[in-house]
């Protein structure tokens, strides 16, 4: 099974994790990381490193992060080149819900294939159409 730890700004990972389980239910394998105000960057590396260690399965696992070049992206990088981890950025909700009904079966690699492809799939805007008015036969 590949694990996943969501890490961000705040409390976008603890958030991320509640809006899951709200929506899936408690999830194994999942641990969410979040990088406070007043909080060092040493604490920050500490707390991924518990956290992979956590869920780092026989298949490895998946980093996802808010922001390209924040320090949690950036802490992730350093700590996935020591493991069999791949590290996403921009992560959202369709993506990590797409993805944890198949980490189980999945490599860190395949995972992070489909997460990006999820990610950007669920990513639309809404276009108002103009409505046009209708007259009843009566003019009305």
Same mark, same amino acid.
């Given at each position: 099974?590949?694990?996943?730890? &969501?890490? @961000?700004?705040?409390? %976008?990972?603890?958030?991320? $994790?509640? !809006?899951?389980? /709200?929506? *899936?239910?408690?999830?194994? #394998?999942?641990?969410?990381?979040?990088?406070?105000?007043?909080?060092?960057?040493?604490?920050?590396?500490?707390?991924?490193?518990?956290?992979?260690?956590?869920?780092?399965?026989?298949?490895?696992?998946?980093?996802?992060?808010? &922001?390209? @070049?924040?320090?949690? %992206?950036?802490?992730?990088? $350093?700590? !996935?080149?020591? /493991?069999? *981890?791949?590290?996403?950025? #921009?992560?959202?909700?369709?993506?990590?819900?797409?993805?944890?009904?198949?980490?189980?079966?999945?490599?860190?690699?395949?995972?992070?294939?489909?997460?990006?492809?999820?990610?950007?799939?669920?990513?639309?805007?809404?276009?108002?159409?103009?409505?046009?008015?209708?007259?009843?036969?009566?003019?009305?």
């Amino acid at each position: 099974m590949a694990g996943i730890v &969501l890490t @961000g700004h705040g409390n %976008f990972a603890t958030g991320i $994790l509640s !809006a899951v389980e /709200l929506i *899936a239910g408690k999830q194994d #394998g999942i641990q969410a990381v979040d990088f406070s105000d007043g909080m060092s960057v040493k604490e920050l590396d500490l707390e991924l490193k518990q956290a992979a260690t956590a869920v780092d399965g026989e298949n490895g696992l998946v980093f996802f992060s808010d &922001l390209v @070049g924040g320090s949690p %992206f950036k802490s992730s990088v $350093l700590l !996935a080149q020591s /493991l069999d *981890a791949e590290v996403i950025a #921009g992560t959202n909700l369709p993506m990590i819900l797409s993805v944890i009904f198949t980490a189980k079966s999945q490599s860190p690699l395949s995972l992070k294939e489909q997460a990006l492809e999820e990610g950007k799939n669920g990513v639309l805007a809404f276009v108002m159409q103009a409505r046009v008015e209708i007259e009843d036969e009566d003019g009305i």
